[in-house]
């Protein structure tokens, strides 16, 4: 305990440190909301996505509120993070191939499906690739994604800094 003498010098120390704490606070919960629900910077890391985003690991920008406002706008070819339908502690970084009522070829590549092998893309879902077909896992593994597990887009790559890109959703495909 503080002897009664001190006290009037204590307490104006003692309401700084508080009112900082406060602060600190209040910006932790502030940097959080708009990591979760604005963007973020994310660091993307592994060879599914090759050589679009490099096997070492590459921070980009996340962009969530678009995305949140506006869910039916995704279009093909479009870079997005979703949460993996395999193990939901992981987010993950694909490009969108079909939406829903496309007609999508399974695995082009041939690798885990015959080429001539197509699916319809159901309402609520889209197909999703990585750009490096022998080391990701994507569609051709756990079929349509449901729309509800997409997080946001990929606007940028940051860094490294030599390699800054901003994406965009060019696509080639076919319509009937």
Known sequence: MIPPSWLH???????????????????????????????????????????????????????????????NQLGRGEL???TSPVDPSRIIC???????????????TGLK???????????????????????SKDSRDYGPVSMALVRGRIAARIYP???FTVFSKNATYIEH
Do not use: Y
């Open 9 to 71: 010098l204590a307490e104006p120390a003692i309401k700084r440190v508080g009112l900082t704490c406060l602060h600190l606070i209040n910006f932790g919960f502030a940097f959080h909301l708009f990591k979760e629900n604005v963007a973020g910077l994310c660091f993307m890391a592994g060879p599914s996505m090759l050589p679009t985003l490099d096997n070492s690991g590459e921070l980009v920008l996340e962009s969530i509120l678009p995305h949140r406002l506006f869910p």
């Open 80 to 82: 997005i993070t979703l």
């Open 94 to 108: 694909k490009r969108v191939i079909g939406l829903p009522g496309d007609v999508v070829c399974v695995d082009p």
């Open 113 to 135: 499906a015959h080429s001539t092998e197509h699916v319809l893309v159901p309402k609520g879902h889209i197909w999703v690739a990585g750009d490096n077909a022998a080391w």
């Open 161 to 163: 800094l030599n390699r």
